[in-house]
């Protein structure tokens, strides 16, 4: 069986008891979300016991996970909590935890975190992962092949994290620790003539070990952080690797993320957001699996139409934009539509000579109202390729 058959009929058997929805549900209520009807399908009115409104939101869903060449399954869970009374002057907090396993034996356990203090004082951002995770390799820059050079094992542990402080307004300064250690690192070349991988890290399969200091800007007026209505968001990185953090060769990068929402309607869902994503390494020789890469930004949502590292090399440019609708009065169903192209560097010059388009659409379902949490199925495809989404978070 194919691995496609087999992720829908994965998927068919974690969704096939929302069929047998409660005749009693009423489609058309503002206040319509899948948690309303879990528990009508599952609790019964007569046990069920009245409880205060929670100041913590919980969205869990199992899904398949298929990205053309993998598949398995994920499991997305979002809390969603506000460390102060006052919602107005403290913004909502996230923490995103999604095991995934692939049936080609990928193995990731991340957890990602962006937490505001009281009156939004203080940012913690955090991404903490473990990860085995074989993936293919394409070739760098403007060397990038259509089927995949050889295939890269290895096992990796991050710890990123960064504390930013209000300046003023929205807008703060931040330092931050970024650590990278990859183990066990084998190559199972697919061509006869030597690799990328292989030539640019000249032979050497030792564990590698990236290890810095990171300073940060960050600017985020957005009021929802799982799925933004209006606002501004730009966070700008710049990571110091040095053997004085134990770090096995020295070399910088730089992050920068901007983004922007703009509603046509006061009353409904009607959301254009842009997206515009740099990443680049400089001054120093990092290991081959440190390159910017698409689809490997820290939340892994560059690049939907592609399978993730299908292009890279040593910086990396991504633009997308993407329309929101609703597609029910209430809310409960909703639209995308969106469009990306990207660019990875020639190795040698930093210039961008190939760009990489894709496009795709999505349908939204209203999972929990209390956070705005939205059940995400985006499907999009480039040439040669594609990729099945679903989350519970927009993709920016």
């Not at 050889?150 to 330092?175: A, C, M, N, P």
Request: glycine fraction near 6%.
């Amino acid at each position: 069986m194919s691995f496609s058959k087999r992720n829908l009929l994965l998927f068919f058997i974690v969704t096939s008891s929302f069929s047998s929805f409660s005749q009693k549900i009423d489609f058309r209520s503002d206040s319509l979300d899948m948690k309303q009807i879990l528990k009508s399908i599952f609790i019964k009115k007569d046990t069920a016991k009245k409880k205060e409104p929670s100041k913590i939101a919980f969205s869990l869903i199992p899904a398949p996970d298929m990205k053309s060449s993998e598949g398995g399954l994920v499991v997305s869970f979002v809390t969603t909590f506000f460390l102060d009374e006052n919602h107005e002057t403290t913004k909502m907090s996230e923490v995103y935890f999604t095991p995934t396993t692939s049936f080609s034996g990928q193995y990731s356990f991340p957890i990602q975190s962006y937490i505001f203090t009281k009156e939004n004082k203080y940012n913690f951002i955090g991404d903490y992962r473990y990860m085995i995770y074989p993936q293919f390799t394409y070739g760098l820059g403007g060397n990038s092949s259509k089927d995949p050079q050889s295939e890269v094992h290895y096992q990796q542990i991050r710890f990123y994290q960064f504390v930013t402080r209000k300046i003023k307004g929205d807008f703060g300064l931040g330092l931050g620790f970024q650590l990278d250690n990859y183990q066990n690192i084998s190559e199972d070349s697919k061509i006869s003539e030597p690799t990328d991988f292989n030539i640019y890290q000249e032979g050497d399969y030792s564990d590698d070990l990236s290890s810095g200091m990171a300073f940060q800007a960050l600017y985020d007026s957005r009021k929802n952080i799982l799925n933004p209505k209006q606002g501004y968001y730009f966070e700008a990185d710049y990571r110091i690797n040095s053997k004085v953090f134990g770090s096995h060769a020295e070399w910088k990068s730089i992050y920068v993320d901007a983004r922007k929402y703009h509603s046509f309607s006061e009353t409904h869902h009607k959301v254009l957001a842009t997206r515009v994503f740099y990443w680049a390494v400089f001054d120093g020789k990092p290991h081959y699996l440190d390159l910017p890469s698409i689809g490997w930004d820290r939340y892994g949502k560059t690049g939907r139409g592609f399978t993730r590292n299908r292009y890279r090399s040593n910086s990396l440019l991504y633009l997308e934009t993407e329309y929101r609708t609703d597609i029910t009065r209430n809310g409960f169903f909703g639209a995308v539509f969106y469009g990306n192209l990207s660019s990875v560097s020639n190795l040698d010059t930093y210039h961008f000579d190939n760009w990489n388009p894709a496009v795709g659409t999505g349908l939204r379902i209203k999972w929990n109202k209390i956070n705005d949490c939205n059940l995400v199925l985006d499907y999009g495809i480039s040439k040669d390729d594609w990729t099945f989404r679903v989350a519970l978070s927009e993709n920016f």
